[in-house]
């Protein structure tokens, strides 16, 4: 079973920068392909980005396009999501997840808070 852990939220004001990670024990996360996705306070679950297991594709939605950057470095069990330009209305819970056919698994999640 995969346990993730996400670290790097924090409060940042509108316009800056943050780089979340999701840190990965139990088995290689060289099988799974990993999303970043985010729930506002009131708002559903929103996918925002996620990266094939050898890191060859991503995806991005377009609420996030051009702003954020995923990665991944199997070798250390880590997956990034670089936020660039962050605005308020990026404040939010994110969590990252992964998935391998039927297995799926989440972390706890870390907050962001984007705010003057």
């Known amino acids: 079973q995969v346990q993730l852990v996400e670290s790097g939220g924090g409060l940042v004001q509108p316009g800056g920068s943050l780089r979340l990670s999701c840190a990965a024990s139990g088995p290689t996360l060289n099988y799974y392909a990993i999303g970043w996705f985010r729930q506002a306070p009131g708002k559903e679950r929103e996918g925002l980005s996620c990266?094939?297991?050898?890191?060859?594709?991503?995806y991005y939605s377009d609420s996030v396009e051009g702003r954020f950057t995923i990665s991944r470095d199997n070798a250390k069990n880590l997956v990034s999501l670089q936020m660039n330009s962050l605005k308020p209305e990026d404040t939010a819970v994110y969590y990252c997840?992964?998935?391998?056919?039927?297995?799926?698994?989440w972390g706890q999640g870390t907050q962001v808070t984007v705010s003057s």
């Open positions: 990266i094939s297991k050898n890191g060859g594709g991503s």
């Open positions: 997840k992964a998935v391998h056919f039927q297995n799926k698994y």
